[in-house]
T-cell receptor, first 114, second 108 residues
């Protein structure tokens, strides 16, 4: 079975540019999560969706960040405008709904904002 | 603020010995507990889950949960150099919260 698929794997862009990260969850998983990981702050939950509906976006750092899930098989995380402090690895994860269901992570997008 | 605490390490353990990784959490309502392994430059990978007090064994791995003490641990028996990684503890109630991880280094 295919795992969580993220693209691009690496992104280098100049500050001020728009960045769009993409995620395809595992088929049959109805919860999707976006994380940011840095050395200083560890793995931070940005937002998660259940059945394509955003449930908790309290981790989104500011209005420059937005996320959408137009259907069960696709989600995007957008940063506009990007800043150097947004440089991090961004992970998408998916799970079946339920307390006992673990999350499965994609390979991540390594983002560098110059 | 719900918190999950782990010693950042590095924890150095000789090959063949038992590695013991610990995690404490603040939310008494937490229901599910997970251990993830993350190799450098890779994504977190689920290795153990535990939901009730006591021990759960899977191969060389044993997860231990004590809800009264708000404590969960991971034991790795017969440690191998390939076990060298960062281990993330995750605690779930209404949403999942990750600790910052413990770096484990197995000495050949």
């Amino acid at each position: 079975d295919a795992g969580v698929i993220q693209s691009p794997r690496h992104e280098v862009t100049e500050m001020g540019q728009e960045v769009t990260l993409r995620c395809k969850p595992i088929s049959g998983h109805n919860s999707l999560f976006w994380y940011r990981q840095t050395m200083m702050r560890g793995l931070e939950l940005l937002i998660y969706f259940n059945n394509n509906v955003p449930i908790d976006d309290s981790g989104m750092p500011e209005d420059r960040f937005s996320a959408k899930m137009p259907n069960a098989s696709f989600s995007t995380l957008k940063i506009q405008p990007s800043e150097p402090r947004d440089s991090a690895v961004y992970f998408c994860a998916s799970s079946r709904q339920g307390l006992n269901q673990p999350q499965h992570f994609g390979d991540g997008t390594r983002l560098s904002i110059l | 603020q719900k918190e999950v605490e782990q010693n950042s390490g590095p924890l150095s353990v000789p090959e063949g010995a038992i590695a013991s990784l610990n995690c404490t959490y603040s939310d008494r309502g937490s229901q599910s507990f997970f251990w993830y392994r993350q190799y450098s430059g890779k994504s977190p990978e689920l290795i153990m889950s535990i939901y009730s007090n006591g021990d759960k064994e899977d191969g060389r791995f044993t997860a231990q949960l004590n809800k009264a003490s708000q404590y969960v641990s991971l034991l790795i028996r017969d440690s191998q150099p390939s076990d060298s990684a960062t281990y993330l503890c995750a605690v779930k109630d209404d949403k999942i919260i990750f600790g910052k991880g413990t770096r484990l280094h197995i000495l050949p």
